[in-house]
């Protein structure tokens, strides 16, 4: 999709303007990175109030009074009995205990090798998260492994790699010859057969290694079902109207009709016991479906899916409700433009309760405008893109005291793409290992709630909580972007952020970006939040300018590189926040200098300086130790500040002279669509940057509008520099520089590295209007 926002018109000397900007993918990845495939335990976290303990297994489930409240009790591989060889923690994209609940998991390679879980509650099922090799076909393989219950075996459970194991770039493919290996893991779930006692010892247990080399475990959640609900009275059942619960025959049409009669009869539907197999959409209005829980009812298949009717069909859907069952896909490919998801099309004044959902491309992708819709106390397991996205026009609506792991893109987002999503809640949900992006992630919209959420282990291209104007569609001209009140409070991240090959540097656990416009008009309140473990920075503002952001009762406990990492204008508030454990000495990373503003109040400690750091990007320390993520290229960190940071951005410049509202610091807000421009018919002007500290500098980029409005002109122009501010050398000799709109109305100017905190342009020529005119001066280190 293209990304094209509209600007408004500006009066002056070159006319109206528009701008439009490629794009940057969110999810892409850039390159191949060669794969290493190798062969936390549940403890609590304090309010931000009180010391929290150390973090290097701190699980996401079971964080007093924050996240969902899940039925089932977590064991992590790694803290139990096994034989087998415990694999990380790693952090580095393309390993398998990267993408390992708490970073860790353990690989059994022979027979005979197990991990063994002991009961601490009664429990008659299982969920299972492992992960077995591909083929060489990219096609996945099939393998047992004993489940045994105090030594004696109960069964077979059936190990696949048929819906993991993901290469190449975005949107990715089935075929390991493009490299990039990642989303491994899956999840199979069981039921005893009967209630076992705690202290009662489970293990799974390699018999061979004949159809899969290696087995690796992460993870066992145990969980006592309670009995199938009942067939409520007056409901209509799909087997009255031919579905079939053994999964033999198809049911999609039969499932349909009981569907439409539920509705025209205003009765409910039931979904009894069984596994019906279901080839297609189930379109559902003023009706509601409900099973016999989400372990008995299950509704599968190839294109198995839930959709209200869109707006243009008749939609959106009203009054509906979906409860107690399971949807359970076969999506093993990555298809943007296939509606494979859950849960689909729009719904008003509509409820989705204790649904499971797993194996589709999405589990939920609502496309309004619709408005009142809830998705509540639901698991949302191994998808292929998002959890839930509210793509756009989605008002009044939640997602609550849901649990969602293994996603392959954003676990929770809103995207108001080109309708404004206004008044949105994400309120205790648990979310773990989102494979690639954000665990939540808010693209525009307006009064947005992410509350008393748990976020943990994002494995790369994102972070833990990421409010943005960034993505298609996202601007202030469809009312789409970010504004009124946006609440982050009492939400805990868990080993959040990771690198971003795109970027090659690390992406904080809370992030903020105004790629597409300024992000100011909003208030952005972050409150009673922890931050735990961050992978790079617990903060992080870049691309645009972004103020309104006020952070109260933050407490940061570990962070891979800095505290607050900023490589963008803009300003936040501060207030009692708290940091330790930085692994850099210098807790801020900031090359823009004063063109962010620091507005401090009470009770801070151990994240301020006033004097941050600019320079290369550290390896990130994890667990006590460096770690050299892979880079594309180089392979390890840069050792010159990153090439893409415009160093003159933000910093104070000051003017000879300048022409009604063109003033100086046009020229380095980062929008090319505003400028600086000298007073008329009077050479020569000058334009002066003041770095804040001598750099080393190599590369200039000047820029006008990029519209066609402003016609090709030639501006003559010398480069000078200064250490001091008053004595002034030579850096590039006077030449005429032509800005082409046909070219981006771009000019780069490259000359031998230069130290020099000073940079001034002094312009004696212009063919295209008689004075000096700049929108973007840009610095580049050399």
Not at 394 to 422: H, Y
Not at 483 to 489: C, L, R, V
Not at 613 to 632: E, L
Not at 673 to 700: C, I, K, M
């Amino acid at each position: 999709m293209a990304d094209t926002s509209a600007g408004a018109p500006t009066a002056g000397t070159p006319g109206a303007r528009t701008r439009s900007h490629p794009r940057r993918f969110r999810l892409t990845l850039l390159a191949t990175v060669a794969a290493t495939v190798a062969a936390s335990s549940a403890v609590t976290v304090a309010s931000w109030s009180a010391a929290p303990p150390a973090q290097a297994a701190l699980s996401p489930v079971g964080i007093p009074g924050r996240g969902a409240t899940v039925p089932f009790r977590e064991q992590e591989a790694e803290d139990v009995a096994t034989n087998g060889t415990v694999i990380g923690p790693n952090r580095l994209y393309t390993t398998l205990p990267s993408e390992a609940s708490g970073r860790r998991a353990v690989t059994l390679d022979a027979a005979g090798e197990y991990v063994e879980f002991t009961l601490t509650a009664p429990a008659n099922a299982m969920v299972l998260r492992y992960s077995i090799p591909d083929n060489a076909a990219g096609t996945g393989i099939t393998a047992p492994i004993d489940l045994r219950v105090n030594g004696t075996k109960l069964k077979d459970l059936s190990l696949t790699s048929r819906y993991g194991w993901y290469y190449g770039g975005y949107p990715f493919t089935n075929n390991p010859g493009a490299g990039n290996p990642h989303h491994f893991y899956d999840e199979v779930r069981t039921m005893f057969g009967s209630t076992l006692a705690a202290g009662t010892k489970v293990r799974v247990q390699v018999a061979s290694t004949a159809i899969s080399p290696t087995f690796t475990i992460d993870l066992a959640d145990f969980e006592l079902v309670g009995a199938p609900i009942a067939q409520p009275a007056n409901s209509i059942s799909v087997v009255s109207h031919g579905a079939d619960p053994s999964g033999a025959a198809d049911s999609t049409a039969a499932i349909q009709a009981a569907a439409n009669a539920g509705a025209s009869q205003g009765r409910e539907v039931w979904i009894p016991q069984g596994r019906f197999k279901v080839t297609g959409h189930i379109i559902v209005d003023r009706v509601t479906l409900r099973g016999a829980g989400p372990w008995y009812s299950e509704l599968a298949g190839n294109r198995v899916g839930v959709y209200g009717k869109y707006v243009n069909q008749g939609g959106p859907s009203q009054n509906v409700t979906l409860r107690d069952f399971a949807i359970l896909g076969e999506v093993m490919e990555r298809n943007d433009s296939d509606q494979v998801n859950a849960i689909g099309g729009a719904m008003s004044n509509s409820v989705v309760s204790n649904v499971w959902m797993q194996h589709n491309k999405v589990g939920a992708w609502m496309d309004g405008p619709m408005t009142n819709f809830t998705i509540r106390d639901s698991r949302i397991l191994d998808q292929t893109a998002d959890g839930v996205n509210f793509h756009y026009g989605v008002t009044n609506s939640t997602v609550t005291n849901t649990f969602v792991r293994n996603t392959g893109d954003d676990a929770l987002a809103m995207w108001a793409e080109n309708v404004p999503n206004v008044n949105n809640k994400f309120t205790f949900n648990t979310v773990g290992v989102t494979v690639l992006a954000n665990n939540i992630a808010i693209y525009g919209g307006r009064d947005i709630t992410v509350s008393d959420n748990v976020v943990a282990d994002t494995v790369t291209n994102g972070g833990g909580i990421h409010v943005g104007n960034r993505y298609p569609g996202v601007n202030s001209g469809s009312g789409t972007a970010v504004s009124g009140t946006f609440t982050i409070a009492r939400n805990t991240l868990i080993r959040a952020g990771n690198s971003d090959y795109n970027w090659n540097f690390g992406v904080g656990a809370i992030w903020f970006n105004a790629l597409n416009e300024p992000m100011t008009q909003a208030t952005i309140n972050v409150t009673d939040t922890d931050i735990l473990d961050s992978s790079y920075a617990a903060i992080h503002f870049i691309e645009g300018t972004v103020r309104g952001v006020n952070f109260t009762n933050v407490n940061i406990d570990g962070a891979g590189t800095y505290a607050l990492q900023i490589q963008s204008p803009g300003s936040a508030s501060f207030t009692n926040v708290r940091a330790r454990n930085i692994a850099q000495s210098n807790p801020i990373h900031n090359c823009v200098g004063s063109g962010f503003e620091i507005t401090q109040g009470a009770g801070n400690s151990g994240w301020y300086t006033a004097t941050p750091y600019c320079g290369p990007w550290p390896a990130p320390v994890w667990g006590g130790g460096p770690s050299n993520p892979p880079t594309n290229p180089p392979t390890t960190p840069p050792t010159q500040p990153p090439a893409n940071v415009n160093l003159a951005q933000g910093r104070p410049v000051t003017e000879t002279s300048h022409t009604d509202v063109y003033v100086a610091t046009n020229a380095v807000d980062g929008n090319a669509n505003t400028y600086w421009e000298s007073a008329n018919h009077a050479f020569p002007q000058s334009l002066t940057v003041d770095l804040g500290s001598a750099r080393s500098v190599s590369r200039l980029v000047l820029k006008l509008p990029p519209i066609s409005a402003w016609q090709t002109r030639t501006q003559t122009l010398s480069v000078l520099g200064s250490t001091d501010g008053s004595s002034y050398s030579t850096v590039v000799n006077s030449a005429g520089y032509t800005f082409n709109p046909a070219s981006g109305n771009s000019v780069t100017i490259s000359f031998a590295a230069t130290s020099r905190r000073y940079l001034r342009l002094t312009f004696t020529g212009n063919t295209g209007w008689p004075a000096g005119q700049l929108s973007e001066f840009e610095v580049y280190a050399g």
